[in-house]
């Protein structure tokens, strides 16, 4: 059991095992050979999906940990400290990572030195996985998801849901599309977070694909 837990808390790069780390040895130019180049280990859990921007890997840890880690070598450049877990997915864009943790906190920290720029407080758990589209940064919590400016963390609107959104957003042609724990599928306008439409599902929906 030891080593089953000691094996959750590392980020690996291999071949072909994960499309999100498939795309990280695309961008350091290695084949497909399946082999590992390299490890990173956090303090704990790793729960948080990668992403991959300009030659880094940001990652979050059950560790209460976000990490950025150079792509090429696995080298950790820089973590940045929440309060509690960090089960959120990270956003990257425009030189900035958004985060949720479950401090109840939103953070926007400088991707090049971990850097907090801003938090915003949603009050409870951010395990929602933000989405940034526009100069704005969507996100979810315990009954209500958020459109925040992605510039300083100012609130934009509220949409109230009845229970948990941990799903991640997804952002097309100026609507929002998320699931919550009420068992619904929400539309909503991007702009102004009115609803548009909802769909009972039959179950809870944690993630979504528009396409």
Known sequence: ??????????????????????IILQTVGCSFGGEKEWEFGAGNWVTSSPAVSGGYVYVGSVDKKLYCVNAANGKKEWEFETAYWVTSSPAVSGGYVYVGSHDGKVYCVNAANGKKVWEFFTGMA????????????????????????????????????????????????????????????????????????????????????FR
């Open 1 to 22: 059991m030891q080593k089953e837990l000691k094996a959750y808390s590392k980020v690996f790069m291999y071949g072909i095992l994960m499309v999100t780390l498939a």
């Open 126 to 209: 951010a395990g929602s996985s933000p989405a940034v589209s526009g100069g704005y940064v969507y996100v979810g919590s315990y009954g209500k998801f958020y459109c925040l400016k992605a510039v300083n963390g100012e609130k934009v609107w509220e949409f109230k849901t009845g229970s948990w959104v941990t799903s991640s957003p997804t952002i097309s042609g100026g609507y929002v599309y998320v699931g919550s724990w009420d068992n619904m599928l929400y539309c909503l306008n991007a702009a102004n977070g009115e609803k548009v439409w909802e769909f009972k599902t039959a179950g809870q929906p944690f993630g979504l694909i």
